[in-house]
């Protein structure tokens, strides 16, 4: 019943861009801090990007900074991912996942207790 669905990833060229959409089910994405994390191969999962309970704070990991903007659509129950200025030290399986009911701040390091299956971008030329 509570399920996380992300989509939008692919190959894209260093310098481009994608949009990573996070689609949930069973609950609703507005009360919860939601995370968006990656995994290259051979490399522990790292965080990326998360929006607190509501959406009223962001944070994002030094890497990504300036790039990278998360963003929700309550409407259609969403979080997205937006990124630009791809590099191909963005490779990696995006997830997105549940974290904890907190309002003004999140951090990456919290309990995510549902996470997504992944979509794999890949930056290359």
């Known amino acids: 019943q509570l399920q996380l669905v992300e989509s939008g990833g692919g190959l894209v060229q260093p310098g481009g861009s994608l949009r990573l959409s996070c689609a949930a089910s069973?609950?609703?994405?507005?009360?919860?801090?939601i995370g968006w994390f990656r995994q290259a191969p051979g490399k522990e999962r790292e965080g990326v990007s998360c929006?607190?309970?509501?959406?009223?704070?962001?944070n994002y990991a030094d890497s990504v900074k300036g790039r990278f903007t998360i963003s929700r659509d309550n409407a259609k129950n969403t979080v997205s991912l937006q990124m630009n200025s791809l590099k191909p030290e963005d490779t990696g399986v995006y997830y997105c996942?549940?974290?904890?009911?907190?309002?003004?701040?999140?951090?990456?390091?919290?309990?995510?207790?549902?996470w997504g299956q992944g979509t794999q971008v890949t930056v290359s030329s």
């Open positions: 996942a549940r974290g904890p009911v907190v309002v003004g701040h999140c951090v990456f390091t919290w309990s995510y207790d549902y």
């Open positions: 929006t607190s309970s509501r959406g009223n704070s962001t």
């Open positions: 069973g609950f609703i994405l507005d009360d919860y801090i």
